[in-house]
């Protein structure tokens, strides 16, 4: 598991990327920093239950506006989220692949493998960048073979 953030630790990094540290959004900004890899709406939902889905679902917008979050897109029903660990606030920066396991459904970020530069053609502008792998995690790999 991640190491919980301190508050102060929290609210610098919100502050260093232009969001006003509330209660809120410090309490959201160290439940991602403490979750074991990205998470849906709906896992921080179930963590927070003091805090209403709707200001969890505005607080997202703001942390991704603000680059303050990662936005996975993994082929699964909801959007996942991941503490960006980047001080350079670039969409691009701080990426690295994730896997998806077809089997249990989770997520895992895959922080030692970067994502591989795409030289675009003339005219294309690169936004943000996903680096899916799907398969089976080691944990469903052992179930397949038992």
């Known amino acids: 598991m991640k190491n919980v953030m301190t508050m102060a630790e929290v609210e610098a990094l919100l502050t260093e990327h232009g969001v006003r540290p509330t209660a809120n959004r410090v309490t959201i900004c160290r439940a991602l920093a403490a979750a ?5 709406l709906m896992d921080l939902e179930t ?3 003091t805090i209403d889905r709707s200001v969890i679902f505005r607080t997202l917008g703001v942390f991704r506006e603000h680059h303050v979050v990662h936005v996975i897109e993994d082929g699964s029903v909801s959007v996942k989220y991941e ?3 980047s001080h350079n606030h670039a969409e691009t920066d701080d990426t690295h692949a994730h896997f998806y396991c077809v089997k249990c459904g989770k997520t895992t970020c895959l922080e030692q493998l970067t994502v591989p530069v795409v030289a675009l053609p003339d005219g294309y502008k690169a936004h943000s960048t996903n680096f899916l792998i799907k398969g089976l995690c080691p944990h469903c790999s052992f179930k397949d073979v038992e």
């Open 36 to 40: 074991r890899g990205p998470v849906s």
């Open 83 to 85: 503490l960006c660990h």
């Open 47 to 49: 963590l927070l239950e």
